[in-house]
């Protein structure tokens, strides 16, 4: 397409010089004076009628549809360019909806999770506090059983020391108490 365009632009030029050769016409040359350019005066009209006469099939035939020719290349490219644009929107748009969308499905699996954590660490806590209170149940309950064992075996022992302190008593003085 551009080598065919760097034609066109080529040949015009080429066409114009080829053009101005044709009408040109050998100098007239007489004896007192060089004429370069013949004196067209009465050829101006007939070369004026000729151009109005032309102008009309050339722009049937030529102008009107080149110029069709590059206005649907334009609406085309324009169309193009529009519809490019209007996806591209909607690319942006859809792109936006879908970075909120994770967004809002980061913060609230966020949420979820601190709410797991603050869940877990109260159920820890609450274990825990269980947990302590059990033990300390356990510890008095020792603590008392053994307390209880304490005053039963000093009872016992009492009870026992009495009754070997009087048996020896009795076997030391020989007679019973």
Known sequence: ??????????????????????????????????????????????????????????????????????????????????????????????????????REVREEAERDRKSAVAEARSENAALTAAAREQAEREVDNATRELAEALIEARQLMRGQAESLASEAAERVLGRPL
């Not at 067209?40 to 109005?52: A, I, N």
């Not at 360019?81 to 209007?86: D, P």
């Open 1 to 102: 397409m551009r080598n065919r365009a760097a034609q066109h632009r080529q040949i015009g030029p080429a066409i114009f010089f080829f053009a101005l050769l044709a009408i040109a016409s050998p100098a007239w040359a007489s004896d007192t004076n060089l004429v370069l350019l013949p004196d067209w005066t009465g050829l101006l009209p007939l070369l004026m009628l000729l151009f109005v006469a032309l102008m009309f099939p050339a722009n049937a035939l030529l102008f009107k549809p080149i110029f069709r020719i590059l206005d649907e290349r334009e609406e085309r490219t324009t169309g193009t360019r529009q519809r490019a644009g209007k996806i591209m929107r909607d690319a942006e748009q859809t792109l936006a909806k879908y970075e909120l969308a994770v």
